[in-house]
């Protein structure tokens, strides 16, 4: 599949396989609730287990009716682009089907590719590329086991293995960091010193 077509079946709702900054990713768009949904049935996953939304610029946020404070646009622009997702609050009704607790769960991936492709499509959901409880595929190939004729594209990019990590999840409160969950390349040393920053 050349880039452009991957573009257009994206825009049109499409689901797909791609690589993501961490991990192979199950692609399709975060503003488009039949195609959230569509991958919530792929993955097996429980309802209420809301996906991170991927962005490609700060105008994103406003795509996902996501506001910040100067305050916390410092402390993002510290850890944004990079492998952080936030939780930020968020509680429009319209988009509920993302939510969890009026709130959702923000990434902006450093990563050229990804963030060319979400500058072209708008904010994506990519979850790993496995049904839940399943080791997440590390190649198309083992992406293609697990969803066959079942997703709209694979795009292999450069087809290299991806092992890495999920994101570490944090959130922001009362100007301080609290971490989640502790994912690829970050520590606890490294969001002591973006407070003090």
């Given at each position: 599949m050349k880039y452009q077509d991957l573009v257009k079946t994206i825009r049109k709702g499409g689901v797909g396989i791609l690589p993501t900054d961490t991990i192979y990713g199950l692609v399709g768009l975060a503003l488009a609730p039949v195609t959230v949904e569509r991958i919530y049935k792929l993955k097996k996953r429980s309802d209420g287990k809301p996906f991170?939304?991927?962005?490609?610029?700060?105008?994103?946020?406003?795509?996902?009716?996501?506001?910040?404070?100067?305050?916390?646009?410092?402390?993002?622009?510290?850890?944004?682009?990079?492998?952080?997702?936030?939780?930020?609050?968020?509680?429009?009704?319209?988009?509920?089907?993302?939510?969890?607790?009026?709130?959702?769960?923000?990434?902006?991936?450093?990563?050229?590719?990804?963030?060319?492709?979400?500058?072209?499509?708008?904010?994506?959901?990519?979850?790993?590329?496995?049904?839940?409880?399943?080791?997440?595929?590390?190649?198309?190939?083992?992406?293609?086991?697990?969803?066959?004729?079942?997703?709209?594209?694979?795009?292999?990019?450069?087809?290299?293995?991806?092992?890495g990590q999920s994101s570490t999840l944090i959130e922001i409160k009362n100007g301080k960091i609290n971490i989640l969950r502790q994912g690829a390349k970050t520590s606890m040393r490294m969001f002591a010193q973006e407070e003090k920053n």
């Open positions: 991170i939304v991927l962005i490609g610029s700060w105008q994103d946020l406003e795509k996902i009716n996501v506001e910040i404070t100067p305050d916390q646009k410092k402390i993002l622009k510290k850890v944004w682009p990079g492998p952080v997702s936030v939780v930020l609050p968020c509680d429009n009704p319209r988009l509920a089907y993302l939510h969890q607790n009026k709130n959702l769960a923000i990434r902006w991936a450093k990563n050229n590719f990804l963030n060319r492709l979400i500058k072209k499509t708008g904010p994506l959901v990519a979850p790993s590329a496995n049904p839940e409880g399943l080791k997440p595929a590390e190649t198309i190939t083992e992406a293609k086991k697990y969803f066959g004729a079942e997703v709209d594209f694979y795009f292999a990019n450069n087809g290299k293995r991806l092992t």
